[in-house]
């Protein structure tokens, strides 16, 4: 095992811990939390089954279940629930919270997925049109982060018990996963296609949140934006450690606008603070 891999693991436990600390002492943060580790495990394993578009270096990782790194599990739970907590702390209603959690996944993934794949942490076969990343892995985070905190939102509304809240999570959300993504692999077979589709859902997404705003009652905790940050800066490193920088200078100027994007995002209740300031000043 190659020392890199386990610095990878290490960092992933390191960006979910931080989120377990929040959760730490509040049962549904707590279900949240957990939820989003298994089902980060379960969906890598039925999407690498169903569509084997991707696959994990052999023996590369020292902790995995059922072939899948535990370090992609403790990735995902760290992207959910940052972004799901940061949704809930800015008061983002329920109408525009999923595209909202899903836009916030898909920041951290454009530039992430093209540098790991040049470590590799994985490998895309075969390789897609964004710096060799398939448009559809773009679809399937929009759709995993979409689908987990649009069910886990509507279900806790209506659920108090943990173990059927995640579950029903876990069941309603990995199978309308599956459809979406059979859907896509199905249907979408050009570039311009994809692209279009995935614009679309972005563009929704942010008239979504125009017509049902957040009202940035509060901030995020400090652990679950670190978990973020913690993502953008380990792979900007991998960009520099890889050499990506001499062949591929403009992949630096996404990772960075991403992380600028991810700062200002958890700056937002600052503005919102400055400006209701300004609607109410004489």
């Not at 919270?97 to 836009?103: C, D, E, N, S, Y």
């Amino acid at each position: 095992m190659q020392p890199i891999y386990l610095l990878f693991t290490g960092v992933m436990v390191l960006a979910s811990l931080g989120c377990l600390w929040d959760a730490w002492g509040d049962r549904e943060g707590l279900t949240l939390y957990a939820t989003a580790v298994v089902y980060g495990l379960i969906l890598e394993k039925l999407v690498i089954v169903a569509f084997g578009a991707y696959t994990y270096p052999a023996e590369a990782y020292l902790f995995d279940v059922l072939g899948i790194p535990l370090a992609i599990a403790f990735g995902w739970s760290a992207v959910i629930y940052a972004g799901t907590t940061t949704a809930r702390a800015y008061g983002v209603p329920l109408r525009s919270l999923p595209g909202f959690v899903a836009l916030y996944a898909l920041h951290i993934d454009l530039s992430m997925d093209a540098i790991a794949i040049r470590v590799p942490f994985w490998t895309w076969t075969p390789p897609g049109p964004w710096f060799g990343v398939p448009l559809g892995n773009f679809f399937g985070w929009f759709c995993v982060a979409f689908l987990f905190a649009g069910w886990f939102e509507l279900l806790r509304r209506r659920i108090s018990n943990p173990l059927a809240l995640g579950g029903g999570t876990l069941v309603a959300a990995l199978a309308t996963l599956l459809v979406l993504l059979e859907l896509w692999t199905t249907f979408v077979e050009s570039v311009a296609l994809g692209a279009g589709i995935l614009i679309g859902l972005g563009v929704l997404s942010a008239l979504a949140l125009l017509r049902w705003p957040p009202t940035f009652a509060d901030r995020p905790a400090r652990t679950a934006v670190a978990a973020t940050l913690l993502f953008h800066g380990f792979f900007i490193a991998m960009f520099v450690v890889t050499g990506t920088y001499r062949t591929l200078p403009v992949l630096g100027v996404v990772s960075v606008a991403a992380l600028g994007v991810g700062v200002g995002v958890h700056a937002l209740p600052e503005r919102g603070k400055l400006t209701r300031r300004r609607r109410t000043r004489p």
